[in-house]
């Protein structure tokens, strides 16, 4: 069959009612409790946020004499002297063609899925990766060293020379700022000459981090399976020390976010093998949920984190 125009106008009227749903239920990060400051500015004029940021102040005099000044003693100053940062927001792009071919052999419904999820995804992906990119450097720009994480680290760090590395992240719902200026939309286009139609998705958001000291970044070896330099429950019980130091806020229950790639996913499940769960590699469905309880539940209380997987944290990292 040919592909009439009421097919390519209801193929158009799919992608963008399933956009938005493909879109939310891949991305992280626009989450509350994992970056509790939103901006929404949709039909607001400009592309910047300027967020102010209170400075800290210590701990006032603790013995105060009778008639004395109680400004001029050390440690009783605590002016309210704010700063602040700008958080910017960038476009983010994908695009997918469609030829009128693929519609006539496998139909408006699944061509329509396939495209929404392409697009939502490559979206999805763009905005997680600009985050963590911002929380870990302050930049969208792509790291390739260890020597770009300007955040407190609690594992490996630059000089160690053992390969390449991906980090971790440990850090307060309260460390980042997020601003949306344009939803996720479609817009399509007929290109009659090449016989095909142009999908392209956008978004517009951006990233600040207010309060880097409520970061930390653990760094481990690069890849699946290995034994040396691996992501450690230790590492990570010191990160969330680190911030409690400094008086970084949790959630509401209590723990920070750590946001953990695969392969340190991996590390924590066999360290919990060593722990006398079993020997190796998890072994057994019954040992995979024992695990997954141990970390999901036991060690969020005990080391005080949430423990969240992505595989968009900065990885290819040199640590010479």
């Not at 970056?35 to 940021?53: D, F, R």
């Not at 990766?129 to 911002?134: E, G, I, N, Q, S």
């Not at 020379?161 to 479609?186: H, N, Q, T, W, Y």
């Not at 020390?241 to 209590?254: C, E, M, Q």
Request: hydrophobic share 45%; charged share 15%.
């Amino acid at each position: 069959m040919s592909v009439t125009t009421s097919a390519v106008s209801n193929l158009y009227s799919d992608i963008v009612a399933d956009l938005l749903p493909f879109y939310s239920n891949r991305v992280l990060v626009p989450n509350p409790s994992i970056i509790s400051t939103m901006y929404n500015l949709e039909g607001s004029v400009g592309n910047q946020v300027k967020i102010p940021v209170t400075n800290s102040y210590g701990t006032a005099n603790v013995s105060i004499g009778d008639a004395q000044s109680i400004l001029a003693l050390s440690g009783t100053n605590h002016d309210f002297g704010p700063s602040n940062v700008i958080l910017s927001v960038n476009k983010r792009g994908a695009a997918s063609n469609v030829s009128l071919e693929s519609i006539e052999d496998t139909g408006v419904g699944v061509v329509a899925q396939a495209t929404a999820t392409r697009i939502a995804s490559s979206l999805a992906i763009s905005t997680d990766t600009a985050a963590f990119r911002v929380m870990a450097s302050g930049g969208e720009t792509a790291l390739t060293d260890l020597a770009n994480v300007d955040v407190g680290m609690d594992g490996l760090a630059s000089g160690d020379a053992v390969g390449d590395c991906e980090i971790a992240l440990v850090f307060s719902p309260d460390a980042m700022a997020m601003a949306e200026k344009r939803s996720v939309e479609v817009k399509a286009f007929e290109d009659i000459d090449f016989d095909l139609i142009q999908y392209v998705g956008t978004v517009r958001n951006g990233f600040a981090r207010p309060y880097s000291t409520f970061i930390r970044a653990v760094a481990t070896k690069e890849g699946i399976g290995g034994t040396a330099n691996v992501a450690t429950l230790d590492s990570f019980s010191t990160s969330v020390a680190n911030l409690r130091n400094v008086n970084a806020p949790t959630d509401a229950l209590g723990f920070y976010n750590a946001v953990i790639t695969p392969a340190q996913e991996l590390a924590l499940a066999k360290e919990l093998n060593g722990l006398g769960a079993s020997s190796g590699s998890i072994g057994s469905v019954a040992q995979d949920l024992a695990n997954d309880a141990l970390l999901n539940n036991l060690l969020t209380y005990a080391i005080g984190c949430r423990w969240i997987r992505s595989n968009n944290l900065p990885g290819g990292l040199a640590s010479a």
